[in-house]
């Protein structure tokens, strides 16, 4: 890879999001999809003088919150059919509602009772909110809540679904709206115009039910932006402006976890992880180093500093060596866990199913539990990181912890 590569596209990443600050968190994990904040003050021992502020929320969802300046976005669902979309807007400052608006779904709302059809994370360029629903419902909003535009997926592929949901989250890259909508009938990945939404492009996909939200990487050659599309039988990486596929790896891939990019590696749920340098059109990537004990489930793997930390569902937190792969250490956390890893300097935020946010020191030998809260509620959403606090969304509200 030129050593270059990687500044190439933090700078058209950059260049694509010119509206937002360095503290926003604009998708699904945040910057880069890493799940890490590059901010140094946030809270590390947590008890109930921690809790900045909760909001009750409209309806139901696993989508994390998505943080635009002094605004958090979120999405949820209501009624017994999970029909009534909701888009909500919070103030940072206070948690009060800002504004709200409400859409019909046009596509099929089924879902496993676990999930929801408001799972997938919505994402931002800094001045328009994107919104992608299980229904595969895709609506875009400026940030004071305007309809600029909204397009049914189901009425244009109307088989286009699973019976479990979709959870897969969109990504914005430039001027194309990255949409997954892997299932295992009419799957295929998009990118939409984020202007009109129309297609700019569309990749049919393996007919595999897939939870994987897409992540960048640079390619080899030139630095521009490539899409990692992930699913059951490996990557298929693309140009994210016309979906031409560069690369391709065929070894395998997680269906639920997705992939990280970091330091210049992509670090892959495969059969455990793999890690490996991206490659370009004609050159494969390079296998990096791969082991089969490190084996992610429901959470995205996640790189901090010189390590790379995997977490099961039921709580064990598995810390390997970025640079080899070997375990350097294993810690039981309390579980069931399905929400991934957040963090920042060398703690990770942890938060299981039935509400307990967990505070990991990964700096220690073995790595430490250094504070726990329990916010008593179920959160299977991944939390998100703005202004110096971190946002926990549960079943019934959304939790501000830290932050002025």
Known sequence: MKPNSTSALVAVLFASASFTSAADWLQFRGPGGTGISPEANLPVQLGEKSVAWKAALTGRGLSSPVIVGDRVFLTACSSTEQDRLHVICLSAKDGKKLWERQFWATGRTMSHPKTSVAANTPCSDGKRLFCLFSS???????????????????????????????????????????????????????????????NRWKRDRPKLACWATPVLVPDAKSGQPLVVLQSGPGLSVVDARTGQEAWYFTDGASTMSSSVFANGVLYVPSKGMAAMKPGAAGVHPETVWHNNQLSPATASPVVLGDKLFTLNSAGILTAADIKDGKRLWQLRTTGPHSATPVGFGKHLYLVNEKGLVQVVDTSAPEGAVVSTLDLKDTIIGTPSIAGGAVYVRSDKALVKLGGS
Do not use: H, K, Q
């Open 136 to 198: 595969n419902d895709v609506l875009c909003l400026d940030l004071d809540g305007n309809v600029l535009w909204l397009r049914g997926l189901g009425r244009d592929y109307p088989n286009a679904s699973n019976s479990l949901g979709m959870a897969a989250s969109p990504i914005v890259v430039g001027d194309t709206l990255v949409v997954p909508v892997e299932n295992d009938s009419e799957s295929f990945s998009a990118g939409l115009d984020v202007a009109t939404g129309a």
